[in-house]
Nanobody
């Protein structure tokens, strides 16, 4: 069992930056692929970014590529999402998730989810 806790989030002006973090419980954090997803009101949950077990591989959805950076610190059981040049369309609830099964951008492949944190970007 893995518990994911996401402090952070908040309100930021367009063009600003924000860093999300997600802390995992347990001793096997390095055995999980970690992902970030987001859900805006009225929309389905969508993939944002993914990082492999060691952090050597990352992938992003097209709309955030070049602006967002996912990273992880396995000794601290933490994954991060650095968000720069934020746009109003980035406004959503952001979720971190852990997958023991696959390096995948499909939400159904993820076993554990954080509670979500609100990010609001004002224009």
């Amino acid at each position: 069992q893995v518990q994911l806790v996401e402090p952070g989030g908040g309100l930021v002006q367009a063009g600003g930056s924000l860093r999300l973090s997600c802390a995992a419980s347990g001793r096997t954090f390095s055995s999980y692929v970690m992902g970030w997803f987001r859900q805006a009101p009225g929309n389905e949950r969508e993939f944002v970014a993914i990082i492999s077990w060691t952090g050597s591989n990352t992938s992003y959805t097209a709309s955030v590529k070049g602006r967002f950076t996912i990273s992880r610190h396995n000794a601290k059981n933490t994954v991060y999402l650095q968000m720069n040049s934020l746009k109003p369309e980035d406004t959503a609830v952001y979720y971190c998730a852990a997958s023991a099964r696959a390096y995948s951008d499909y939400a159904r492949e993820y076993d554990y989810w954080g509670q979500g944190t609100q990010v609001t970007v004002s224009s």
